[in-house]
């Protein structure tokens, strides 16, 4: 029998909630977070497993012309696994009965709620971006390799351009920066359609977005309600800063009315 779990009830609510949204939600993990949740209540005290099995939350997805195909769990874990350990990957892609492909991982990322996998594909000699639900892994993997230089210096600035039809982000948008939020990226990648998101150690992420102008921009990455740090440039970091001081005016102004 498996030890009870030293939770307080805050972070069972917060673990149970997280796993019950996880399970309602496309992505390929739903049911390993179902299975997860029914575990975890399984070692909970008696009284916090009372309180969270009164608890019932079914996440709602916004409705898209391309409802994204889910994403094995092992297929996303060993890709960004290769991707960390620097090793070539040999896939088959799209199914078919065509020779595997060969690629150097380098980033794995979403991009309008679909996992990719930024790699430089070896038989081509070019970079390319694959998506995961379409890969089929054949193992072992290949030797180590080492990393070559992105187009564009970064991977949001590749992977912007790719998606925009070009091969720079570059003038695509006026502004444009990143930011660490405090939030795992599979939350911010639901909300995310243009905007870059990657896995920035446990539940935090970085996110690139883009926009017309610098208040704009960080009023977009502050709709997430996260704590947030800004990465770059320096004029994002300004347009907070103003941001702050307007919204500081408006709520002085509130509470003088009222």
């Known amino acids: 029998m498996l030890p009870p779990l030293l939770f307080d009830d805050r972070q069972a609510v917060a673990l149970t909630v997280a796993l019950q949204v996880a399970a309602t939600t496309d992505g390929g993990v739903g049911q390993d977070a179902e299975r997860a949740l029914h575990t975890v209540r399984q070692v909970l005290p008696a009284r916090l497993r009372h309180r969270v099995d009164a608890l019932g939350v079914t996440a709602v997805q916004r409705p898209t012309?391309?409802?994204?195909?889910?994403?094995?769990?092992?297929?996303?874990?060993?890709?960004?696994?290769?991707?960390h350990a620097r090793e070539v990957l040999r896939f088959d892609y799209d199914g078919g009965d065509r020779p595997a492909r060969r690629a150097e991982p380098h980033h794995v990322v979403t991009w309008d709620g679909r996992w990719y996998l930024v790699a430089w594909d070896l038989d081509r000699a070019d970079w390319r971006t694959f998506r995961?639900?379409?890969?089929?892994l054949r193992t072992p993997n290949g030797p180590r390799f080492a990393p070559r230089p992105l187009p564009g210096g970064e991977v949001a600035r590749f992977v912007t351009g790719?998606?925009?039809?070009?091969?720079?982000?570059?003038?695509?948008?006026?502004?444009?920066?990143?930011?660490?939020?405090d939030l795992p990226a599979a939350t911010v990648a639901r909300y995310t359609r243009e905007g870059l998101v990657e896995e920035f150690g446990v539940d935090r992420c970085r996110l690139t977005l883009g926009s017309w102008s610098w208040p704009s921009l960080a009023a977009a990455v502050a709709r997430y309600d996260a704590d947030i740090h800004v990465v770059g440039p320096d004029?994002?970091?300004?347009a907070f800063a103003r941001l702050a001081r307007r919204f500081t005016r408006a709520a002085r102004v509130r509470r003088t009315d009222g």
């Open 162 to 181: 790719t998606f925009r039809g070009s091969g720079d982000a570059a003038g695509q948008w006026p502004c444009r920066g990143t930011v660490i939020l």
């Open 132 to 136: 995961l639900d379409r890969m089929r």
């Open 65 to 83: 012309s391309r409802p994204a195909a889910p994403v094995d769990g092992d297929v996303l874990l060993a890709v960004s696994a290769a991707a």
């Open 235 to 238: 004029e994002l970091a300004d």
